[in-house]
């Protein structure tokens, strides 16, 4: 065989067969030539599918990371957060890890007691601090007695698990909000979450959920609310919308074409649009519940395709749910690609 034959065979991790003492037919060294050549052209191929797999395009950056430890309660903002199967990470913070239920089970949020959204909440060492207006500071360790019960709960018809944070909280939750009795439960890592099959269309990939609404992460893109903005006579905020991370860089719902993004080292897959209800009318600094705007602007121009109404029926959309298809670590500042 040539010189040529012998590199590409190398190449391969082959051996360059030994040259004889006869010169070999003409036919076979061409055969040799031709095999090594569709070889290295299959190693080529699969390499150039890898480098088509891993393309990106900036599409804009990361302007805010928000966890939301306790469903309908305040948002904690970050500056770098762990993004796990179930969603962003800081330290002892967990995103709706914890949850308000009634004595039978029902959760309860800023839906059906608007005033959740005045609870705020901060971290020290491994407790969360709760605090509202006219009430003494709530203290909830991030790690409960075993001994505490596990209570069943119910999240928009489907079951769960929440270990019971104990009377102390029950009463303060109680106390605040002045309906009914209330109970608070936590989600532990080692309890089941809801399927996404069983929440969304049997269409969509699987993964778990604690106690968000269907997805582990929301995207909202900053010129999406100006643009919103625009059309309002009273202006609404980030936190009407509690996204868990805030692009800024890009045009007005440009996220709803991002379907696979990488973030620092985490990569996530659309899920769906996120349909709007009736929680972006909860004023987030007074806890009054409007019922109308932003909702009814949102109408005018956010409602889905007809091809689409089956899923989202007459909501309009309002930020993008994601997948975790790959945990890691994401921060403030951090690129966010569109991988092409």
Not at 30 to 50: D, E, T
Not at 232 to 261: Q, S, Y
Request: charged share 25%; glycine share 6%.
């Amino acid at each position: 065989m040539g010189a040529a034959g012998s590199w590409a065979l190398g190449r391969l991790g082959l051996p360059a067969p030994r040259l004889p003492a006869q010169p070999r037919p003409a036919w076979l060294v061409v055969a040799a030539l031709a095999l090594a050549a569709v070889a290295l052209g299959s190693v080529a191929w699969r390499r150039s599918r890898r480098t088509r797999r891993r393309r990106r395009q900036q599409v804009g950056t990361v302007a805010q990371l928000w966890i939301y430890p306790v469903k309908s309660c305040k948002g904690v903002p970050v500056s770098a957060a762990e993004c796990t199967a179930m969603g962003l990470r800081s330290g002892h913070l967990r995103d709706r890890f914890w949850l308000v239920i009634k004595e039978d089970g029902h959760m309860v949020t800023a839906r059906q007691e608007p005033r959740l959204v005045l609870v705020s909440i901060t971290c020290e060492d491994d407790r969360l601090i709760l605090s509202a207006p006219g009430m003494d500071r709530l203290v909830l360790p991030s790690k409960l007695p075993v001994s505490n019960t596990v209570q069943d709960c119910r999240l928009f018809g489907l079951d769960i698990k929440g270990r019971d944070c104990g009377d102390e909280a029950a009463q303060w939750f109680t106390d605040f909000l002045k309906s009914e009795a209330f109970r608070v439960v936590q989600f532990e890592k080692d309890m089941e979450g809801r399927p996404s099959r069983e929440i969304l269309p049997p269409f969509v990939q699987n993964y778990q959920v604690a106690y968000p609404d269907c997805s582990p992460v929301m995207v909202l893109s900053e010129a999406s609310l100006a643009d919103l903005n625009t059309r309002l006579e009273k202006k609404v905020k980030m936190d009407h919308f509690r996204p868990n991370i805030v692009v800024t860089g890009c045009e007005a719902f440009e996220e709803d074409t991002w379907d696979e993004l990488l973030i620092g080292s985490v990569e996530m897959k659309k899920i769906l649009s996120c349909p709007r209800c009736i929680m972006t009318t909860v004023d987030p600094d007074t806890g009054v519940i409007d019922r109308k705007e932003p909702l009814e602007t949102l109408k005018s121009y956010r409602l889905c395709d007809p091809s689409e109404k089956q899923i989202y029926k007459s909501s309009p959309l309002f930020g993008i749910y994601y997948s975790v298809e790959k945990i890691g670590s994401l921060k403030v500042g951090d690129p966010v690609y569109q991988m092409v």
